[in-house]
Every structure is written in structure tokens, then in C-alpha cells.
């Protein structure tokens, strides 16, 4: 079946411009992960649902950053005010059920902020 | 809190036998996982640990020693294509169910 889809695969936005980043994950999995990767660091996560609720919002970095999930399946990481700090590989991935040993990532979006 | 400690970077030739090494600090502890990404790529899920000992996957092992919060991956009979960075990350169980907490990575660069 499909992997995880992530898009657009590569953004780049100027400074202070809002972004939505979209991920679809593999159909029947109930839980969804958002990382972040700066280059040549390890995932930070950012945020994870469980169905279309958020139980861990704590690696949000700042109340710019947000993420919904529609559906029990699409979900969106929207970051307001794009800083250059924002600039990362945004890795979507997803899992059955939360417990899951094995997370199955997306591509990642690319975000420049220039 | 959380914390993982892998070596940055592994050279090796082909054929050789490597070991990354992790070591891990955690609040309460699942498992241990380990992750391999290419340049460029999605990391993609190589093992997990939950108990002490060996687990085996063709040419990858992982081993977990959870009294000393160590593991590692044994990667044998190594191929250029197991250039890349692998990653250990831990469950924690001080933390939600969902939350992996993943090292810096360790850049494996495999020579001819």
C-alpha cells in the first residue's frame, strides 16, 4: 500500500509569511508524529495524535507552531510568522496505535525561511 | 529528562563489522529502537529492543543491557549502500505512549 505522503516537498517562504505543511499518513494508522530536523541534527519531535486528538503538544517550540488532524487521517503543521530558525526538514510519520515499536516516516518537507 | 549519547561519526571499509554504540539516560525506559536514514531520505525503523540481550535481522544485530543503559548495532558484512546516519531512540515511560526521544545521530561512511 501507500508509504506516508508528505507536501509540498520543498517550501521556501520570506520571513514573517504564515505555512502549512501537509501530511497523509498510511490509511488505518491512528497515530501521526511531527518532527523536526535541522541539518546534520537528530528528529525533534514536535507534536503527536492519537486519532484526531493531541495527547503531547510539548515539543511545540513556540505558540507559533500548531497541528491538526482531520478525519483520523490528514494532518497539517501550520507555522505563523516564519522565523529563520524555522528554517528545517519537517518529517511527518505514523504508526498503528501509539505503542507501536515501528513509526513509518514521510520524505519531510524542506523549509527555508529566507 | 532525556538523553542519548552516540558517536558522531563510524568509517569503515566494505565487509567489515561496525558497532554504534548508544547510550541512554531516561526517567523510565520502554525499549530501544534504531532508525536508518540516507542523505536525503525518510528514516526508516531497523530494530527495536524491549529486553536484555541480541537481536538479529540478517546482516544488522541490536543489543540492549538495560542495567547499564547501553545498546548498540553490530552491522555486518558491510555494503557502500549502509552508508548513512542511524539514529537510537528511546521510549520513556515518564513521558506520553507516543513520544520517541531520538540521538544525534552517527554518520556511517563505508569506503571501497
Known amino acids: 500500500g501507500a508509504g506516508v505522503s508528505q507536501s509540498p516537498s520543498n517550501k521556501v517562504t520570506e520571513k514573517g509569511k504564515d505555512v502549512e505543511l501537509r501530511c497523509d499518513p498510511i490509511s488505518g494508522h491512528t497515530a501521526l508524529y511531527w518532527y523536526r530536523?535541522?541539518?546534520?541534527?537528530g528528529l525533534e519531535f514536535l507534536i503527536y495524535f492519537q486519532g484526531?486528538?493531541?495527547?503531547?503538544k510539548s515539543?511545540?517550540?513556540?505558540?507559533?507552531?500548531?497541528?491538526?488532524?482531520t478525519g483520523e487521517s490528514v494532518s497539517t503543521l501550520t507555522i505563523q510568522r516564519t522565523q529563520q530558525e524555522d528554517s528545517a526538514v519537517y518529517l511527518c510519520a505514523s504508526s498503528l496505535v501509539p505503542s507501536s515499536n515501528e513509526q513509518y516516516f514521510g520524505p519531510g518537507t524542506r523549509l527555508t525561511v529566507t | 529528562g532525556q538523553s542519548l549519547e552516540q558517536p558522531s561519526e563510524v568509517t569503515a571499509v566494505e565487509?567489515?563489522?561496525?558497532?554504534?554504540n548508544c547510550t541512554y539516560q531516561t526517567s523510565g525506559f520502554y525499549g530501544l529502537s534504531?532508525?536508518?536514514?540516507?542523505?536525503?531520505?525518510?528514516p526508516t525503523f531497523l530494530s527495536?529492543?524491549?529486553?536484555?540481550?541480541?537481536?538479529e535481522t540478517g546482516r544488522f544485530s541490536s543489543f540492549l543491557s538495560r542495567s547499564d543503559s547501553y545498546g548498540y548495532l553490530l552491522l555486518q558484512e558491510l555494503q557502500m549502500k549502509d552508508s548513512a546516519s542511524y539514529f537510537c531512540a528511546?521510549?520513556?515511560?515518564?513521558?506520553?505512549?507516543?513520544?520517541?526521544y531520538f540521538g544525534r545521530g552517527t554518520q556511517l561512511t563505508v569506503w571501497p
Open chain 1, 52 to 56: 484526531n486528538s493531541a495527547p503531547d
Open chain 2, 34 to 42: 534504531w532508525y536508518q536514514q540516507h542523505d536525503g531520505g525518510a
Open chain 2, 90 to 100: 528511546v521510549r520513556d515511560r515518564g513521558s506520553t505512549l507516543g513520544r520517541l
Open chain 1, 59 to 69: 515539543g511545540l517550540p513556540s505558540d507559533r507552531f500548531s497541528a491538526e488532524r
Open chain 2, 15 to 20: 565487509g567489515a563489522i561496525v558497532q554504534i
Open chain 2, 48 to 55: 527495536y529492543n524491549g529486553l536484555d540481550g541480541l537481536e
Open chain 1, 37 to 41: 530536523q535541522r541539518l546534520g541534527q
